[in-house]
């Protein structure tokens, strides 16, 4: 079981990894590339279907996406569509910090009271232990 779980931790932080990097843009790319190559050989010589895979002018809509995504740096934004725009933080401006000062008795005022005070004193000679 120990090992199963470490299996599974180690593909969530691979994948983790993958997505954080933007790794996730190449896998989704090769992907589309390989099942371009197979739809483009179907109908042509496998020379031809390899250079109309790879042009510009044989894009599919997942490599636009792809290419989209990478251009703007921000996959959310080119999957679906539109262009998020994030608003500056704005704070309100503070009225200035203001400090009190604390409010306690003076020392002199405070009773102190001595260690020990209340206490029984201890027995003479101290008890043996058996």
Known sequence: MALFRHKISLIFTLSLWLVATGAH????QAVAWGKMLVVNARQMSLDAAVVRTFSPEGMCGACH????????????AAVAGKVLVKDPL??????????EAPTAMPWHLV????????????PVPPPKVA
């Open 90 to 99: 704005i704070l309100p401006a503070s009225g200035g910090i203001v400090v």
């Open 25 to 28: 843009w190449d896998l989704i």
């Open 65 to 76: 996406a792809v290419q989209d995504a990478k251009r703007d740096g921000d996959g959310g």
């Open 111 to 122: 009773e102190h009271g001595v260690a020990g005070t209340g206490r029984a004193a201890p």
